[in-house]
T-cell receptor
Framework: QKEVEQDPGPLSVPEGAIVSLNCTYSNSAFQYFMWYRQYSRKGPELLMYTYSSGNKEDGRFTAQVDKSSKYISLFIRDSQPSDSATYLCAMRENNAGNMLTFGGGTRLMVKP | GAVVSQHPSWVICKSGTSVKIECRSLDFQATTMFWYRQFPKQSLMLMATSNEGSKATYEQGVEKDKFLINHASLTLSTLTVTSAHPEDSSFYIC?????????FGPGTRLTVL
């Protein structure tokens, strides 16, 4: 079993829909949680960064962390075709020297 | 802020030649940089951790003599693929650490003929 599990998709939604992307993990020592967006043939771009449990909102994006369930989510409101990309969750322990453990990525397609 | 560049963005080379890829943090200093490899429709595979002023740490299964890493300054790390072969064709991505997380470069597509 992988340390971080993420449904590979593809997830296809109509423009304007609310998108929910999720990751589960097994390592209870993870304290920092990130979401990256990767367009085809580009490097990952940091979208959201959270520490420990709770919610964080940035524009159309909301990140949630539930450490008790070892479950994190990224919500995208009013999804746009430009949101079509692969979304990677990543996480790390407190003293891991910025070494990240990644999920496999979920491919999202937002159709006009 | 936190911009990371890579050069070149795309390189084609003949089998047996060596290729150097540069990774630069443009607006911050990074004591640690990471090098990843990514195959189509797959996630990132960590190859090595590059620390400024010291030898790189390679992940299991990565040949250190084939993938030479040099972290000469707080803003520059280089990956040299030596004696490249077609199976080395891939997308190589670097990242640089800023407080608490990693910022990624745009990637370099290597095609070995």
């Amino acid at each position: 079993q992988k340390e971080v599990e993420q449904d590979p998709g593809p997830l296809s939604v109509p423009e304007g829909a609310i998108v929910s992307l999720n990751c589960t993990y097994s390592n209870s020592a993870f304290q920092y949680f990130m979401w990256y967006r990767q367009y085809s043939r580009k490097g990952p771009e940091l979208l959201m960064y959270t520490y420990s449990s709770g919610n964080k909102e940035d524009g159309r994006f909301t990140a949630q962390v539930d450490k008790s369930s070892k479950y994190i989510s990224l919500f995208i409101r009013d999804s746009q075709p430009s949101d079509s990309a692969t979304y990677l969750c990543a996480m790390r322990e407190n003293n891991a020297g910025n070494m990240l453990t990644f999920g496999g990525g979920t491919r999202l397609m937002v159709k006009p | 802020g936190a911009v990371v560049s890579q050069h070149p963005s795309w390189v084609i080379c003949k089998s047996g030649t060596s290729v150097k890829i540069e990774c630069r943090s443009l607006d911050f200093q990074a004591t640690t940089m990471f090098w990843y490899r990514q195959f189509p429709k797959q996630s990132l595979m960590l190859m090595a951790t590059s620390n400024e002023g010291s030898k790189a740490t390679y992940e299991q299964g990565v040949e250190k003599d084939k993938f030479l890493i040099n972290h000469a300054s707080l803003t520059l790390s280089t990956l040299t693929v030596t004696s490249a072969h077609p199976e080395d064709s891939s997308f190589y991505i670097c990242s640089a650490t800023a407080p608490d997380t990693q910022y990624f470069g745009p990637g370099t597509r290597l095609t070995v003929l």
